[in-house]
Structure formats: structure tokens, C-alpha cells
């Protein structure tokens, strides 16, 4: 168990539909990061958060959007949802100080039908 | 930017034999290399990791070694069990890029008892 949670762990919507991810890191952790895993695509970045700001982009669809609250959670919203959007997307946290140890999720899949 | 590139894609091995995964990246200014291993249903989980500054890294059964001049690095398990059975990722990132992950395509390692 990494410490890290992520809510919920299935997610089953039609296309056209917006969901949100939830992601609590590690107890201590100020950044959180985004991956989206796919058959095809394998495991992508998105974005990153450090103590509440946005600090990097990988290429996440304009659709896709996330944010960090003062209690270091953080939630990933995906809207007008596609078939190609179905995935595993996982949380990692990384410790203060520490820049790149990141700790993950055990994931959330969605799934859009 | 970075990419990342990972072989086998499959590596069978016999329990008790050695597995060896190699990996290469782009990018000069990547100096931090970790090691996720992925089971069935589960989050990456970071099992050893390697910094620009040091050649070889080991812990009990597990090894990584990096050839900066060469920009590759290899996951060395020996003695390998039924339970090494998983997916494993390379990834490299910098201190500048905050952090993120550029994951190689990963290895599917069977250990046959």
C-alpha cells in the first residue's frame, strides 16, 4: 500500500458525460501527478501539482482539466467524454523536497460507453 | 522531448534464472531513473531507482546500472521467483521538468516455476 488513494476505483459513464477523479496523496506529499494508462498509448502524463499550483503539462486534452485544494487532495475532471477516454488514470504524490520519488494510486477505470 | 524506450516487450524466464531489462532515453538532461512494477489491478509500484551521479545501484535481488555516455540503463533481477511475475516500466525524468515521468512501454516478465 503506497499511501496514496484514489476514488473510485471503477467509473462506468456513457460518452458525452463529465466525470471527476479524486486523489489523496501521502500523508506530508505537496505534489500530486496525473497519468493516464491506455493499451495503446501506455502510461502518459498529464499534469502536475505542487502545493495547490499548477507546475508542469504533458498533453492533456483541453477537455481534461484538474486542480489541488488547500488539503492537498486533488481531482482530475474529464468532460464530454469519448470512447477513446476509457483508461486507467493514476494519482501519484511525491514528497516534499523530493522531487521526482512519486508514490502511485491503485487507479481509477473508467470506462465510456 | 524525452522518449523512452524499453526491451523485451515479453521475457520469460525459469525461477531461479536472472531477468535483465534494458533502457533507452533521448534526453541528456534526464537524471533521474526509476524502476515500477506493475501487477495485475494494481498501481505502479516503485521498487529501485537511480540518480545521474551513481553508475550501480542494488537492492537484495534487484540491480539497476546506467551508462550516462550511452543514455541507457538495465534492470537487473537475479535469482527470480513466481512472484517477480509483472509488468515492469523504466521512466526518466529531470529536476526541471518538476518531476514528470517519461515511462518506457514496459516488459511483461513471466518467472515459470
Known amino acids: 500500500d503506497s499511501g496514496v488513494t484514489q476514488t473510485p476505483k471503477h467509473l462506468i459513464t456513457a460518452t458525452g458525460q463529465r466525470v471527476t477523479l479524486r486523489c489523496s496523496p501521502r500523508?506530508?506529499?505537496?505534489?500530486v501527478y496525473w497519468y493516464q494508462q491506455s493499451l495503446d498509448q501506455g502510461l502518459q502524463f498529464l499534469i502536475q501539482y505542487y502545493n495547490g499550483e499548477e507546475r508542469a503539462k504533458g498533453n492533456i486534452l483541453e477537455r481534461f482539466s484538474a486542480q489541488q485544494f488547500p488539503d492537498l487532495h486533488s481531482e482530475l475532471n474529464l468532460s464530454s467524454l469519448e470512447l477513446g477516454d476509457s483508461a486507467l488514470y493514476f494519482c501519484?504524490?511525491?514528497?516534499?523536497?523530493?522531487?521526482?520519488?512519486?508514490?502511485f494510486g491503485p487507479g481509477t477505470r473508467l470506462t465510456v460507453l | 522531448g524525452e522518449n523512452v524506450e524499453q526491451h523485451p516487450s515479453t521475457l520469460s524466464v525459469q525461477e531461479g534464472d536472472s531477468a535483465v531489462i534494458k533502457c533507452t532515453y533521448s534526453d541528456s538532461a534526464s537524471n533521474y531513473f526509476p524502476w515500477y512494477k506493475q501487477e495485475l489491478g494494481k498501481g505502479p509500484q516503485l521498487i529501485i531507482d537511480i540518480r545521474s551521479n551513481v553508475g550501480e545501484k542494488k537492492d537484495q535481488r534487484i540491480a539497476v546500472t546506467l551508462n550516462k555516455t550511452a543514455k541507457h540503463f538495465s534492470l537487473h533481477i537475479t535469482e527470480t521467483q513466481p512472484e517477480d511475475s509483472a509488468v515492469y516500466f523504466c521512466a526518466a525524468s529531470n529536476f526541471d521538468s518538476w518531476g514528470k515521468l517519461q515511462f518506457g512501454a514496459g516488459t511483461q516478465v513471466v518467472v515459470t516455476p
Open positions: 501519484a504524490s511525491s514528497p516534499a523536497g523530493v522531487v521526482n520519488e512519486q508514490f
Open positions: 500523508s506530508g506529499d505537496l505534489s
